[in-house]
């Protein structure tokens, strides 16, 4: 267990629909990045809260939106959702804003659009 | 813009070393990252450098050289359990970009 909670597991939808996906950092981290990960991909930024605040954005398509709570758990939202939105989610955490400790990865949701 | 070139694939014997190359281009640079992913598994992280050099951690190093734009990860002794995806990543203004990752077969 990293100690970075993604919830859920697997999520299977239908195309045009709306999910939100969750995710609890681990204990005393202060930064959620979130990344997508098409089959055999690699991981695709998508966007960093701090403390509540987004520190950087990637590609992120305009369906998709996040926020980070005071409680310091994120969601991510995915609307008029699309075959090629299937991928792994992963959701990841650190204690600030830089990357030199490394970035502790939680395991991931699986959405599956139909 | 900002990219990452690794091998797709490579393939090693238990027991041998094997590199892992790794360049880049991108318009910030703080550091170059590696981490391991098993499959369906979740990434983790390797090593971080910063600096041009050598970081040794364990069975595994990571080299960077800045002016080149360029580093690699070095697995030695290798174990059947260290098949799984590797993946470059560049550290660049709160955020890592990974690169497409490389999977490593390790035979018997």
């Known amino acids: 267990d990293s100690g970075v909670t993604q919830t859920p597991k697997h999520l299977i939808t239908a195309t045009g629909q709306r999910v939100t996906l969750r995710c609890s950092p681990r204990s005393g981290d202060l930064s959620v990045y979130w990344y997508q990960q098409s089959l055999d991909q690699g991981l695709q930024f998508l966007i960093h809260?701090?403390?509540?605040?987004?520190?950087a954005k990637g590609n992120i398509l305009e369906r998709f939106s996040a926020q980070q709570f005071p409680d310091l758990h994120s969601e991510l939202n995915l609307s008029s959702l699309e075959l090629g939105d299937s991928a792994l989610y992963f959701c990841a955490s650190s204690a600030s804003t830089g990357a030199p400790d490394g970035y502790t990865f939680g395991s991931g949701t699986r959405l599956t659009v139909v | 813009g900002q990219s990452l070139e690794q091998p797709s694939e490579v393939t090693a014997v238990e027991g041998a070393i094997v590199q892992i190359n790794c360049t880049y281009q991108t318009s910030g640079f703080y550091g170059l990252s590696w981490y391991q992913q098993h499959d369906g598994g979740a990434p983790t992280f390797l090593s971080y450098?910063?600096?041009?050099g050598l970081e040794e951690t364990g069975r595994f190093s990571s080299f960077l050289s800045r002016s080149d734009s360029y580093g690699y990860l070095l697995l030695q002794e290798l174990q059947m359990k260290d098949s799984a995806s590797y993946f470059c990543a560049v550290d660049s203004s709160y955020k890592l970009i990974f690169g497409s990752g490389t999977r490593l077969l390790v035979r018997p």
């Open positions: 809260y701090y403390n509540g605040e987004e520190r």
């Open positions: 450098n910063a600096l041009d």
